[in-house]
């Protein structure tokens, strides 16, 4: 069945780096538009980056300039590189694949912490 697995959170101090990796099987990847999105706690959860299949970005104007959103059809992974992380960052950060209404499938989930 299909599965996503998040991985690359953590803590990080205010200005540092990380860079979430989600790894899609059971889906055939290269046909499915690929989200990130995050919820903080008390918060509702919120797109941050997403990818369609021909590679077109778009992006939070929180993130803007600081995080990137790439994928990898090859190895089925979909990356977020985060630059200047900032405590408002702080969440757990989702996965996702959609193809159409119906399609659509979530990771678990990873946490990043930027400390105030």
């Known amino acids: 069945q299909a599965q996503l697995v998040e991985s690359g959170g953590g803590l990080v101090q205010p200005g540092g780096s990380l860079r979430l990796s989600c790894a899609a099987s059971g889906i055939m990847f290269s046909i499915y538009t690929m989200r990130w999105y995050r919820q903080a706690p008390g918060k509702q959860r919120e797109l941050v980056a997403g990818?369609?299949?021909?590679?077109?970005?778009n992006y939070a104007d929180s993130v803007k300039g600081r995080f990137t959103i790439s994928r990898d059809n090859a190895k089925n992974t979909v990356y977020l590189q985060m630059n200047s992380l900032e405590p408002e960052d702080t969440a757990v950060y989702y996965c996702?694949?959609?193809?159409?209404?119906?399609?659509?499938?979530w990771g678990q989930g990873t946490q990043v912490t930027v400390p105030s």
């Open positions: 990818i369609t299949t021909g590679g077109v970005t």
């Open positions: 996702n694949a959609r193809r159409i209404p119906g399609m659509e499938y």
